[in-house]
């Protein structure tokens, strides 16, 4: 009997077991259950979306400069050159200190109503920049005659065409040399020359490879001027430099407005890079020993194809030598010929470089000439002649790619 109610009590005490554990797990959710119900569940209002990330930044043009590396971060960067308007006039005896005996010690202002001959330029030769060289070679030559034999400068009707009076003011120039503008006046001697012989006529010869067959003419007016003894040292491109300021620095009306509505858009610190192909013969004109970027700058040798289309190493290291600031911009004038057209959209890609289409050549003449950098063109007399004005006026060797006196033709 003992033994049979062992067994039922076995089965009687599992079950007690299993029913506490039951009453456990009802009670553990029972108190779960209470407890989440008394914690308050925040709100959540609906909200839109997030905004979608903004696109990655494009990546730098390629070719923008950081010279500040190495050595030259702590160099300074190129001091700003700033070229005024309407530069002081001259002293009447300024350039006859270089080609003839002072004859006027007191300086005065020529007496230009006395004038005894009048010299006139026949004929053309070129456009703009040719008629501004031979219109300073013809002050020149008049402001360094005697003043015995007082000389005016008959500003022809070509003159005229390309240097409108009215966007110039000439009467400064009353200081040191006589301009007439209605002709030879009366009672003088009319002397008459090609502008062809007028725009070679260069006191310093034409170096190794002037041609005597195709450029005869050495001097202009009769008179033949070839290295005089005395002045060996005089720096022509300074001289024709303060001629040229003279010339261009006193636009106005429309002329001045124009250039310094550029400037003030885009400067008043600038780079100006002049593209010119010189239909087709920069290649041949272009040398590098011209210019100032060198093997060294640019890893590699210069080649005329760098210098006339401005190629990106080529400005890059010309801008990294210089340590032109970076926030230059860059202005891009051109002579509208196929490969110059061609390189503008280049440029603007690779630099951010702006073509302001000065169409006009006095306008970009003016530009090229105020700007703080030049990277201009030793082939070509138009960048050669701004370059002059910038030197003759105080710019630094380092404002400008061009080798100082080594440009074309000297």
């Known amino acids: 009997t003992s033994r049979s109610a062992s067994h ?6 599992k079950c007690q077991v299993g029913e506490r554990f039951m009453r456990m797990r009802l009670l553990v959710a029972c108190l779960t259950s209470t407890f989440l119900a008394a914690v308050p569940v925040p709100r959540v209002d609906p909200s839109p979306p997030p905004p979608p990330p903004p696109p990655p930044s494009p990546p730098p043009p390629p070719f923008i400069i950081t010279w500040a590396a190495g050595a030259a971060a702590v160099a300074q960067p190129l001091a700003p050159f700033d070229l005024p308007w309407d530069p002081e ?14 004859e006027d010690p007191a300086g005065q202002p020529p007496n230009c109503a006395a004038a005894k001959t009048a010299l006139v330029g026949d004929g053309g030769f070129g456009r703009t920049n040719n008629a501004l060289k031979e219109f300073m070679h013809l002050l020149e030559f008049a402001a360094s005659r005697p003043a015995s034999n007082l000389t005016v400068v008959v500003a022809t009707d070509r003159i005229k065409k390309y240097f409108p009076p009215h966007l110039f003011d000439w009467d400064p120039l009353k200081s040191w ?3 007439s503008q209605d002709g030879p006046p009366p009672g003088t001697l009319e002397l008459h020359e090609s502008l062809f012989h007028i725009y ?33 040292w005089v720096d022509y491109h300074w001289l024709h430099g303060k001629v040229f300021a003279q010339l261009l620095l006193r636009p106005r009306g429309p002329l001045r407005a124009g250039v310094d509505a550029i400037i003030r858009k885009h400067g008043p610190r600038y780079v100006a890079i002049h593209l010119r192909q010189l239909e087709g013969q920069c290649h041949k004109r272009a040398r590098r020993e011209r210019v100032r970027i060198t093997r060294e700058d640019l890893g590699r040798e210069v080649t005329p194809e760098d210098i006339c289309l401005a190629s990106d190493e080529y400005l890059a290291a010309a801008l990294a030598k210089d340590r032109v600031p970076r926030e230059w911009p860059i202005l891009i004038l051109h002579d509208g010929q196929p490969l110059s057209v061609a390189r503008v959209p280049q440029l603007i890609k690779r630099f951010g470089a702006v073509d302001v289409n000065a169409t006009e050549p006095l306008v970009a003449m ?6 703080s950098y030049l990277v201009g063109n030793p082939g070509s007399t138009f960048s050669v002649n701004m370059a002059d004005i910038r030197r003759a006026s105080g710019a630094s060797e380092a404002s400008t790619t061009l080798q100082f006196g080594s440009y074309w033709g000297a």
């Open 8 to 13: 039922v009590a076995q089965p009687r005490a």
């Open 89 to 102: 006039p001259l002293p009447r005896n300024w350039l006859t200190q270089f080609s003839a005996p002072l």
């Open 177 to 179: 040399v006589c301009i």
């Open 200 to 232: 070679y006529w260069d006191r310093r010869g034409h170096g190794q490879d002037y041609d005597e067959k195709k450029y005869p003419a050495r001097g202009v007016f009769g008179v033949v001027e070839k290295y005089p003894p005395q002045q060996p």
């Open 366 to 371: 003016l530009l090229l000439a105020k700007s």
